[in-house]
């Protein structure tokens, strides 16, 4: 399926802000999309649809629901899940969420080195 040059620009972005996440932090699908101007889901539908290169290319298992859900089991392409691949970066995870301390990993899209400006989509 052709996406249109909006939603190649769109991902590119989210790809590069995903890619400065640190390792041991996290940071929201919200956060991400409040940053670019996107809908939180659009940001985890890109996520979802990146192929085994780009899933070892890109640390998309950094990036959490809101309130530190990890959602439903997500898999490398090595098989490994996302909260294993936490879990090897020293992000506890208990359940299905990051836990106990958000917090301490989290940080916002704004505070993140990917040069990206502040997006603003025509509406």
């Not at 909006?6 to 640190?22: C, D, E, H, M, N």
């Not at 929201?28 to 659009?42: E, K, N, Q, W």
């Not at 899940?81 to 958000?102: M, R």
Request: hydrophobic share 45%; proline share 7%; net charge positive.
């Amino acid at each position: 399926m052709v996406k249109s040059a909006a939603f190649a620009r769109i991902k590119a972005q989210v790809l590069q802000v995903t890619a400065s996440i640190p390792a041991g932090k996290v940071c929201t699908y919200h956060s991400i999309g409040a940053y670019l101007d996107v809908m939180p889901r659009h940001v985890a539908y890109i996520l979802s649809q990146l192929d085994p290169t780009a899933k070892l290319a890109y640390p998309w298992y950094r990036v959490v629901g809101g309130d530190g859900t990890l959602g439903v089991v997500k898999r490398g392409p090595d098989g490994v899940t996302l909260a294993e691949l936490l879990a090897y970066e020293a992000v506890q995870v208990v359940g299905n969420a990051v836990w106990p301390d958000l917090e301490t990993h989290l940080v916002p899209a704004e505070r993140l080195a990917h040069g990206l400006a502040r997006q603003r989509r025509p509406r």
